[in-house]
């Protein structure tokens, strides 16, 4: 009888170990299958948007103001520009900056450091506020150039969605306002 309980007890402790780890490899599988798809589901995304940039160049009447010319020729619309990195880099020593999303109706209210798209609302009249594939559109930007003229030659672009865009541009002469 002793030796019957002794064995029950051996195999009531390995059973146990047996169902605690199939529950854990059970959750860890669970995780990682959660973890692939929201990566691939955000490869998706990735894929499916795809932004060309056409010119860029400084406001004719303002050295201090980016005119970035930007096509959707993807296939998703974007509308989260808070989520979205602008980012000058210039050719002498200032250094590389990143400008923040402005909402703001007139790209001349603008303060430095800020950017603002602009969507033309006579080509383009429904949905003005989102970046529907097909569009053309215009990005303005401020920048605060503190240590005087300098030259842009390269601006990024990254959606939330996680497409990163490099361009660059050629020498384009800014200057502080």
Request: hydrophobic residues 45%.
């Amino acid at each position: 009888m002793g030796i019957s309980l002794a064995a029950l007890l051996v195999m009531s402790v390995f059973f146990t170990g047996v169902l605690m780890m199939y529950r854990t490899t059970l959750f860890g599988n669970v995780v990682v299958s959660n973890a692939v798809d929201t990566s691939a589901e955000m490869a998706i995304g990735k894929s499916k948007t795809y932004i060309g940039i056409t010119d860029v160049r400084a406001s004719p009447t303002e050295r201090c103001k980016i005119q970035v010319s930007v096509e959707n020729r993807g296939a998703r619309s974007i509308y989260d520009f808070n989520s979205m990195d602008l980012i000058i880099h210039y050719q002498g020593s200032t250094p590389p900056v990143r400008l923040r999303y402005v909402s703001v109706p007139d790209p001349n209210a603008l303060t430095a450091g800020g950017w603002t798209l602009g969507i033309d609302a006579a080509v383009y009249p429904f949905e003005p506020s989102i970046f529907n594939p097909g569009e053309d559109a215009m990005i303005h930007g401020r920048l605060g150039l503190a240590g005087g003229a300098d030259n842009v030659i390269g601006v990024v672009l990254g959606t939330a969605s996680g497409y990163v865009l490099k361009y660059s541009t050629g020498l384009v002469e800014v200057a502080p306002c």
